[in-house]
């Protein structure tokens, strides 16, 4: 019996134009990057488990309920990449290299897996281009990679419709004593907060602040207030941040309520948020994260960066509909007219190709009829097309035919590259 197998639930096929906008977008983060000078860093997709448990934490959604997790063959447990920062923290370490660069700047990109319910814009299989700062607390870097944020969003023309919220969410000290006192609180309100959170948020009771239930927020009115907790030095700290930002002109919202779904952040957190979209907003997140080497290996390497979903992203682009990404264009389409004249096709294509080797040539190895061909090879832009039949290798006389103008003629080898370069040079 036939099986119809399908992809995975959550995970996409990027095909024609949505891979065109896939690779614009990537193209772009990725020259910006380099021209801040910030270097590509690719780690495995698979890592330890061990690695994701330590570093983003228990009681975070990430490692409760979404983790892709199985024992290989040799009965190692292991995880598919959640999220990148982990495996790069864990290479930087690995490979010693802040012992030559006392700070690293990095970039990523590429696929993360979560077991989510999936929606718009939340898929399982998804891709996040990342930059990571490593090897300092300066209030500055966090300027820099605030800065790249903006550049990516203005090449792309999308800055008009995103708004960065930024918050301190304190030390981990800071925050573990505050989440003390909010359980307090929380612990008389029960029943009431259990009826609209059926898990245990008691773990990570920070996320309720991110609820949009009504009732909840309701009870969260009364609840102590993370930065009333906050330390001076943090307090002075995160002022400072924004007098920063100001000066640059960067337009920021004090969001009091974000902190972030991974327990590894510390002082600065920030999000870009999609204006037009009410859930799923969130286009790229980062902050602080100064213990996270610490945990992983004892090494105090304070950090910061972000991470861009890029789907969310093509949403946002896709939304705008004129977004500039260019479909590959074919400049020679070589069409033979039977089957016995394949093997002559591919060879002019390879001598052609040597010849001219920034051309693009396309053999149609369909079995249409040539004029259906030749009707899509109109549909397609293609600038010149090569018609290659038996009498053609005969006489070694090609028929060529220049789509824009619609002239067709017989040329000798050697006329045909004059017709090329004319043509394309
Ligand atoms: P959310 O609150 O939307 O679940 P998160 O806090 O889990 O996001 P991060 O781990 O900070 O997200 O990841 C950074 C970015 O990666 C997010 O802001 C978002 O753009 C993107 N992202 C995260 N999870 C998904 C997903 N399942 N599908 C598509 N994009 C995602
Ligand atoms: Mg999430």
């Known amino acids: 019996m036939k099986k119809n197998i399908k992809s995975i639930k959550g995970m996409n096929d990027y095909i024609d134009k949505k891979l065109h906008l896939y690779n614009y977008v990537i193209e772009i983060c990725k020259n910006i990057l380099n021209k801040y000078c910030y270097k590509e860093i690719k780690t495995p997709i698979i890592e330890q488990t061990d690695l994701f448990k330590i570093s983003i934490g228990n009681n975070t959604d990430i490692i409760d309920q979404e983790m892709y997790s199985f024992y290989d063959k040799g009965g190692k447990h292991l995880t598919l990449r959640p999220e990148g920062t982990s495996g790069c923290i864990r290479s930087v370490i690995e490979h010693n290299l802040l012992y030559k660069d006392k700070i690293q700047k990095l970039w990523y990109f590429g696929p993360m897996y979560r077991h989510e319910n999936t929606q718009k814009g939340r898929y399982r299989e998804f891709h996040q281009f990342g930059v990571e700062s490593i090897g300092t607390n300066s209030i500055y870097i966090e300027l820099e990679i605030i800065l790249i944020t903006i550049k990516i969003w203005n090449v792309l023309g999308v800055s008009r419709h995103l708004k960065l919220e930024i918050n301190s969410i304190g030390s981990i000290k800071e925050r573990e004593i505050y989440k003390n006192k909010l359980n ?69 919202y004090i969001n009091k309520n974000l902190v972030r779904g991974l327990s590894y952040y510390n002082d600065t957190v920030f999000e870009w948020k999609n204006l037009s979209l009410n859930k799923k907003n969130t286009v790229c997140a980062g902050g602080r994260y100064d213990k996270l080497a610490y945990i992983l290996n004892g090494k105090k390497i304070p950090s910061f960066g972000f991470a861009i979903g890029i789907e969310r992203l093509i949403i946002l682009i896709n939304n705008l509909k004129k977004n500039k990404t260019k479909k590959t264009t074919i400049d020679i389409e070589i069409i033979f007219l039977d089957n ?40 397609n832009k293609v600038k010149m097309v090569l018609f290659i039949g038996k009498q053609e290798i005969e006489y070694k006389c090609y028929s060529i035919k220049n789509l824009k103008n619609k002239e067709q003629k017989q040329c000798t080898y050697k006329e045909l590259i004059k017709e090329i370069s004319k043509l394309f040079f």
């Not at 009826?195 to 949009?212: G, T, V």
């Not at 190709?353 to 259906?372: D, G």
């Open 184 to 252: 307090t609180f929380l612990d008389s309100k029960h029943n009431y907060i259990k009826k609209y959170y059926k898990k245990n948020y008691k773990k990570n009771p920070l996320r309720l602040f991110e609820s949009k239930n009504s009732n909840i927020k309701k009870v969260l009115k009364l609840a102590p207030l993370l930065h009333k907790n906050l330390s001076k030095k943090t307090l002075l700290r995160f002022k400072h941040l924004c007098n920063v930002l100001k000066k640059f002109k960067i337009k920021y």
């Open 340 to 379: 016995e004249t394949i093997l002559e096709s591919i060879s002019i294509s390879e001598k052609i190709r040597k010849k001219f080797p920034t051309l693009k040539i396309f053999i149609n190895f369909s079995n249409e009829r040539t004029k259906k061909k030749l009707k899509k090879s109109y549909e």
